[in-house]
Structures are given as structure tokens and as C-alpha cells.
């Protein structure tokens, strides 16, 4: 069995969670959730903490069976607490901006980048230390939304300059050596 799909979810005071079939809906404080999951696997509610089982042990079953289980745990703790990404920007010039909602990077380019936050994400910035947070309760929608702004302006290998995640490390190259 799973070692990950046999751990119950423990759902906390404040979110509601309503099975119906294979659709989940989880309400908390930060909004709502809903997804569909595969028929197969089974997902129940009992004494506070949602259990999911699966039919039998083929391959596909198994893979759906901890997927799910982390699935349905991101969902109680996107509703309850929230996820978030820290992106950091390095480079001479290169800073971050809000303009209302949106996101407006200056990141060596000619022109700015404006960044529209897809419903349900929030950005925070920090001018000081050069960081943009990614604030939201869909963990899969949170990281997409990083990734997207990441990929803007990539760090590069020689000087680090770029958009980077704040626990990222990047590899330095050498530059060119003098001659000889």
C-alpha cells in the first residue's frame, strides 16, 4: 500500500469539505477548491480526517492512490493556510513593481513586463530586498504562476543575473581566462 495514500488527511476547525461521488469541494478561510478525481479511487470523510482507498494493486491504481492523497492534502491546506513562492531578481537595474494587480518586472529588456495575476493569485513585492512573492491557495496554480514569471529572465550561468527562486542555487561558469 502507499505510503503516502494510506496517511489520512486531518482537516482543520474552519474548512468544510463535501464529497460527492468523485468530486471533491473544499471551503476554508482563504476561499474554495474543487476537483475532480478519478473514479477508481475512493475518497471518504470519517471523524475529520478524509481517507482515500484504492480498488486493488495494479500500477495505475497505486499511482492514483498517493497522488490523489497529496492532492486532496494540498487542497485543506491551500483553503486553510495558503501557499506561496519566493522569487528573488539579481542584476544591476533589474526590479520589481506593482501597479494595482499587476506585476511589472524591469529586467533588462527594452520595454517593461507586465504580469497579470490569474484569479485567485496575489503578488506581494519587497523593493528593498528585490523579492516578489507569489501568494495563493492553488498550490499547482501558485508554482505555475512562478515558473511563468521565472521564465522572463532566466539566471544566467556567468554573472547570476535574472529571476531566480530564493532557495535556488545557481552554478557559476568561469568566464573567459586571459591568454597565456
Not at 100 to 123: C, D, M, N, R, T
Amino acid at each position: 500500500m502507499s505510503r503516502i495514500g494510506r496517511l489520512p488527511v486531518v482537516v482543520p476547525k474552519g474548512v468544510d469539505v463535501d464529497i460527492t461521488g468523485s468530486s471533491v469541494r473544499v471551503k476554508g478561510p482563504k476561499g474554495e477548491l474543487r476537483r475532480t478525481f478519478p473514479a477508481d479511487i475512493q475518497i471518504y470523510l470519517e471523524a475529520g480526517k478524509i481517507r482515500v482507498q484504492r480498488p486493488s494493486d495494479l500500477p495505475t491504481h497505486r499511482a492514483l492512490h498517493g497522488m490523489a492523497r497529496a492532492m486532496l492534502n494540498n487542497m485543506v491546506v491551500g483553503v486553510s493556510a495558503g501557499f506561496e513562492k519566493i522569487l528573488e531578481i539579481n542584476g544591476i537595474g533589474y526590479r520589481a513593481e506593482m501597479q494595482g494587480e499587476k506585476l511589472v518586472l524591469f529586467v533588462g529588456y527594452s520595454h517593461p513586463v507586465v504580469v497579470e495575476p490569474p484569479q485567485g493569485i496575489a503578488f506581494e513585492v519587497d523593493a528593498r530586498t528585490r523579492q516578489v512573492k507569489i501568494l495563493g491557495r492553488d498550490k499547482e496554480l501558485v508554482g505555475q504562476v512562478a515558473a511563468n514569471i521565472r521564465m522572463v529572465r532566466p539566471p544566467e550561468p556567468y554573472k547570476g543575473k535574472g529571476i531566480k527562486y530564493l532557495d535556488e542555487k545557481i552554478r557559476r561558469k568561469a568566464g573567459k581566462s586571459g591568454r597565456v
